[in-house]
C-alpha cells in the first residue's frame, strides 16, 4: 500500500455485477484522495470480477483479494480487509451502497475534531434513484441502553472508523449470518467506543433486496429465528455484569422462540434466559 493513504475502505464481494461499478465509482470520486480500497472477494460467479478487475487497473488505489480461508461470508472478507488495511482509518463499505463524494473527508474532519472512536454519516435510503432517496432517522442520543432498547440504530457502511478502535473490539464475528452490524455495535458499545453523528456527509444504502447479497440465500421474507437467537445470546456475553443486560432480555420473546427450528436450541434459549434473568418464570410462559 502506498503510504499517502489515510483511509482504507474495505468492500467485500459476491456476484455484484449490477451494481458493484456505482460503488466503486462513488469511491473514486472522494473529495479525499488519500484512500486506498480493498476489495475481499467472497468466491463470486458471475461477472462481477472482471468488472471489477477491469476497474482498478485504472486506478492503483483499487486492489482486489480473494477470501482464502473458512468461514465464508462477508464478516470474514472484513476482517481479511481489516488485516491488510495499513491506514489510521477504516469504512466498511457494502458492495450496492454509495457515498457522497465528500464523505471520506467530512468523516475525517469530523472524526479529528472529536473524542469519538467512530463516526456516523447520514443515511439516504434508495432503492434505484438516489435522487429519490429518504433520509433515515438521526434524532437520537448514542448508548449502550439506547440501541438494546432499539432507540438508536445505524448501518455498517455509514461508519468512520479509527482502526485502533474496531480491532479493539476483535472485529466482526465470522460464525454469524445475520445482524452481524448489530452485534458488533454492542461489542463496541459495551466496550465503551464512542460513536457520535456527522450531518455534513450522506451513505446511501440501497433498500432493494437482492438475491446475491453476500453469502446469504435467505428468503428476506421469511424471519429466521435461530440466527436472531444466535445474535442474542453471543451479545450476552459482551454484557455479563452490567446494568444494560436487562434491555438485552427484552429482545427474548418468549413466544417466538417456540419459532426456533432446534428443540435443543430451544431448550438451550430458554436455560440460558433463566439464568440471566435469575427466574424461572420463562419456562412457564414458554408452556402455559
Given amino acids: 500500500m502506498s503510504n499517502f493513504s489515510l483511509v482504507s475502505v474495505i468492500i467485500p464481494l459476491y456476484n455484484r455485477e449490477s451494481v458493484i461499478l456505482e ?13 486506498d480500497c480493498i476489495i475481499v472477494d467472497d468466491g463470486s460467479t458471475d461477472n462481477t470480477i472482471t468488472i471489477v478487475k477491469q476497474y482498478i487497473s485504472q486506478d492503483s ?9 473458512l468461514p465464508k461470508g462477508a464478516n470474514t472478507c472484513r476482517n481479511m480487509g481489516l488485516k491488510e488495511a495499513e491506514a489510521e482509518y477504516v469504512v466498511f463499505l457494502d458492495s450496492d451502497d454509495i457515498l457522497s463524494d465528500n464523505f471520506l473527508e467530512s468523516q475525517l474532519n469530523a472524526l ?11 443515511i ?13 432517522n438521526h434524532d437520537f442520543e448514542i448508548n449502550l441502553a439506547g440501541y438494546l432498547e432499539r432507540k438508536c440504530s445505524w448501518l455498517t457502511s455509514a461508519v468512520f472508523w479509527k482502526k485502533e478502535a474496531i480491532v479493539g473490539v476483535g472485529g466482526f464475528d465470522e460464525g454469524i449470518m445475520k445482524w452481524q452490524d448489530w452485534l458488533l455495535n454492542v461489542k ?22 437482492d438475491e446475491h447479497q453476500v453469502s446469504n440465500s435467505l428468503n428476506r421474507d421469511e424471519f429466521n429465528y435461530d440466527k436472531y437467537y444466535q445474535t442474542r445470546i453471543l451479545a450476552l456475553r459482551y454484557l455479563s455484569g452490567l446494568e444494560e443486560k436487562k434491555y438485552l432480555l427484552n429482545h427474548f420473546n418468549v413466544s417466538l422462540i417456540k419459532n426456533v427450528s432446534s428443540t435443543r436450541f430451544r431448550a438451550n434459549i430458554l436455560v440460558i434466559l433463566c439464568l440471566h434473568s435469575h427466574s424461572i418464570k420463562p419456562l412457564f410462559e414458554y408452556f402455559r
Avoid at 486492489?63 to 480461508?69: D, G, K, M, P, V
Avoid at 479529528?112 to 447520514?122: G, L, P, Y
Avoid at 439516504?124 to 433515515?136: A, N, Q, T, Y
Avoid at 458499545?189 to 432493494?208: D, H, P, T
Fill in 124 to 136: 439516504i435510503e434508495f432503492k434505484h434513484d438516489i435522487s429519490l432517496g429518504k433520509e433515515r
Fill in 112 to 122: 479529528n475534531s472529536s473524542e469519538a472512536d467512530a463516526m456516523i454519516s447520514r
Fill in 23 to 35: 460503488t466503486l465509482q462513488s469511491v473514486s470520486r472522494q473529495s479525499l484522495p488519500e484512500f
Fill in 61 to 69: 488505489r483499487f486492489r482486489l483479494i480473494h477470501r482464502n480461508r
Fill in 188 to 209: 463496541a458499545l459495551a466496550k465503551g467506543i464512542i460513536f457520535l453523528q456527522n450531518k455534513e456527509c450522506n451513505m446511501y444504502y440501497r433498500s432493494s433486496w
